[in-house]
């Protein structure tokens, strides 16, 4: 098992890409802590998995983000991993985008990742060694209509892993994230079905892909256990793209 002993937090982990990582992690050895804002659907995600604990937190709450941290410490015996997977959409571009929601979707997808690291720095400091796993997107990587506050936040969580890893390399505590192109995940499928003709919305996005279709929680997730593994062990900084193809053709 590649993450056998490993103890873990996955935030935004209710479901989709969350939850599945945090079911490839289990099945990998490895004890994990599931969070998510949503309590009572964290409670079941974390009951299906074997050895599970929910800890609900909002990650745009830095006493929350702390106690989960401690908490989660606490109930592990350590913790080894982290990922910060908790995420919103929001579409717009500049001139229509209102700025609460720009301050929204900054705070919960790019705001969160400086929130977690500093709560748990000091942790994987003392003990010599850590790994932190961020999700963002290939919205980062390039531009996209109606994407404005979306496209800015990923493409913060990009650089900022980069920066955390530089700085954490001297421990060594290792920062990569992921760049999903268009995963099968309840905020997708809601978005889709949002659409005035959801089969043809679907059926574009699928031909977005080279590979065929949109991905699955499980293509990303075996990402981030690879990332987490010692296999990686020389891995930091990097933004590793699974995106179908998605981004290899212009």
């Given amino acids: ?48 998995i074997d050895g599970g604990l929910a800890i609900a937190a909002d990650v745009t709450d830095q006493g929350q983000v702390d106690a989960l941290i401690a ?28 700025e609460a929601d720009w301050d929204r979707e900054l705070d919960v997808n790019l705001k969160s990742v400086y929130r977690t690291g500093r709560a748990v720095w000091p942790h994987f400091k003392a003990q010599g060694h850590g790994v932190v796993l961020n999700t963002a997107s290939v919205a980062g990587l390039a531009g996209s209509a109606g994407q404005a506050s979306y496209g800015a936040a990923k493409a913060g969580v990009i650089n900022l892993t980069r920066c955390m890893a ?21 905020m997708l499928m809601d978005y889709l079905a949002g659409q005035d003709d959801p089969a043809a919305a679907r059926a574009q996005v699928d031909a977005m892909h080279p590979l065929g279709g949109i991905g699955r929680p499980a293509d990303i997730a075996g990402g ?9 062990a020389w891995i930091t900084g990097t933004a590793l793209t699974i995106d179908g193809g998605l981004t290899a053709g212009i």
Avoid at 18 to 45: C, H, P
């Fill in 1 to 48: 098992m590649r993450l056998q002993g490993r103890k873990a937090i996955v935030t935004g982990a209710a479901a989709g890409i969350g939850l599945e990582t945090a079911r490839r992690f289990a099945a990998e050895g490895a004890r994990v802590v599931l969070s998510d804002i949503d309590s009572a659907a964290v409670e079941t995600a974390a009951a299906e």
């Fill in 71 to 98: 908490c989660a410490i606490k109930a592990m015996s350590g913790l080894d991993i982290l990922v910060n997977n908790a995420g919103i959409p929001m579409l717009g571009g500049v001139e229509n985008l209102a």
């Fill in 166 to 186: 530089i700085d954490g390399a001297d421990i060594p505590i290792r920062v990569n994230c992921i760049c999903p192109g268009f995963i099968e995940t309840p």
């Fill in 224 to 232: 981030f256990v690879y990332l987490a593994s010692d296999e990686a």
